[in-house]
């Protein structure tokens, strides 16, 4: 090979990806670029990538659609992390000529961090520690768990495993979705109710769907004004499965007790945004799948898919 392969690795927020993989067998071969910043304009980064052969994107946090793919000529390679990627037009890419290998995925992360969530929801465990910090002490009283309903939104591999969860917890776990049956609700410890049922009577709930055109905005003013004035919404899913307009009035209206959120209409969530300033939302950096296991199979695959690609 007489001149190097350009690899540019997308969207390196924790300036991490040369450190939980071994790069070494490209380095002969490969001239790697890291970006820890995010770029949301197009035209920024169509001149960032443009003289990349190989991009290497970390889930959908770069979407790449079909206008960005066409003014890169010298795309060979799109290596995405997961094993799907919803913000990448792949009918594009076949189009362009341009390959796209996807990693494997640890599935535990998303899981346990919507738990995590919902029990600091639950025992104000922010605000709380915000006290100590600050001098204060206990001005909080916390929910229980044990006896309380969990809704979730979408019963399938995640959902089932929050399922498990909230049993152990002592919680009686109702669900819906528009496909999901009898038989599949019954293997994961489930009710199956209707969707209004659900929103009516959960104490706590939870949203596990893919986002589609059919999901899309699936939670709306309607389902959130059905949810107890104790009520806590968890979403750790995708941001616009949830109408965010109206979940904000419902917040600042105080309709219900507060969300926990993980994921947004637009991410990175802009410095000035609403959800920002509230004080019954907790809101995370869309971290569900941002563990040191995880990172280590994205990075490692990512390095495998390269090289597999250069050997042809």
């Known amino acids: 090979m007489d001149t190097l392969i350009k690899i ?10 040369l450190k939980l993989a071994d790069w070494r067998a490209l380095e002969s071969r490969a001239e790697i670029t890291v970006f820890t910043d995010h770029l949301s304009d197009e035209a920024e980064l169509v001149s960032r990538l443009l003289p990349f052969a ?11 659609n079909r206008e960005i793919l066409s003014k890169l000529p010298n795309l060979k390679l799109i290596v995405s992390t997961g094993k799907r990627n919803a913000s990448l037009d792949m009918d594009a890419c076949k189009e362009l000529g341009i390959e796209v290998a996807m990693t494997d995925y640890v599935d535990s992360g998303a899981p346990e961090l919507t738990w995590a969530l919902l029990m600091a929801l639950a025992r104000n465990i922010v605000q709380e520690s915000g006290n100590v910090r600050s001098g204060g002490w206990q001005t909080t009283v916390g929910a229980d768990l044990r006896g309380k309903t969990l809704g979730i939104v979408g019963l399938g591999r995640i959902g089932s495993q929050i399922a498990a969860y909230a049993k152990v917890f002592g919680m009686k776990v109702i669900a819906w979705s528009e496909n999901l049956t009898e038989e599949r609700a019954h293997r994961a410890g489930a009710e199956i109710v209707s ?6 009577d959960s104490d706590f709930i939870s949203l596990h769907l893919v986002l589609s055109d059919r999901s ?13 004035p104790s009520a806590f919404l968890v979403n750790t899913s995708r941001g616009p499965l949830v109408d965010e307009a109206a979940l904000l009035t419902i917040l600042k209206t105080r309709r219900i007790a507060g969300a926990a959120l993980d994921v947004f209409d637009t991410e990175p969530l802009p410095a000035g945004h609403e959800l920002r300033k509230l004080d019954n939302v907790l809101c995370t950096p869309h971290i569900g799948y941002v563990t040191e296991h995880t990172y280590r199979v994205f990075y490692g695959d990512t390095v495998k898919a390269i090289e597999n690609w250069l050997a042809k």
């Open 8 to 17: 540019a690795v997308l969207d390196d927020y924790q300036q991490i990806a």
């Open 54 to 64: 190989v991009v290497c994107v970390m889930r959908e946090r770069t979407p790449l």
């Open 195 to 200: 969707k209004e049922r659900l929103f009516r």
């Open 216 to 228: 899309r905005g699936i939670v709306g003013q309607k389902e959130l004004e059905l949810m107890k």
